[in-house]
């Protein structure tokens, strides 16, 4: 079985630090890359980084030189973290992480799969 799941997320003041985890586990054959979005209150969700499965990274202007993408692999687990540093109020949102062109090792092709989110609120 697949899955993805986020963790990490929780409450800092204003210039803190967080660091987020996704970690996508099963009979996973290949997949196309992992990505950060979130969705802030009363707004769409955003895509603000992502890794390929080769390393090359994207990240949105929101927060590019203050967030920090990685990814690990480990048996039948990726890791992907983030690292957030300088943290806004405005960084305030639920955060997902999604696995993109995923296929297992049955054959099963999966678009793109999503994570349960995860909460970071920045206030004083």
């Known amino acids: 079985q697949v899955q993805l799941v986020e963790s990490g997320g929780g409450q800092v003041q204003p210039g803190g630090s967080l660091r987020l985890s996704c970690v996508l586990s099963g009979s996973i054959y290949n997949f196309a890359g992992l990505r950060w979005h979130r969705q802030a209150p009363g707004k769409e969700r955003k895509l603000v980084a992502g890794i390929t499965s080769g390393g090359s990274t994207y990240y949105d202007d929101s927060v590019k030189g203050r967030f920090t993408i990685s990814i690990t692999r480990d048996n039948d687990k990726n890791t992907m973290s983030v690292q957030m540093n300088s943290l806004k109020p405005e960084d305030t949102a639920v955060y997902y992480c999604?696995?993109?062109?995923?296929?297992?090792?049955?054959?099963?092709?999966?678009?793109?799969?999503w994570g349960q989110g995860t909460l970071v609120t920045v206030s004083p």
């Open positions: 999604s696995a993109v062109r995923v296929v297992t090792s049955d054959g099963d092709e999966y678009t793109e799969l």
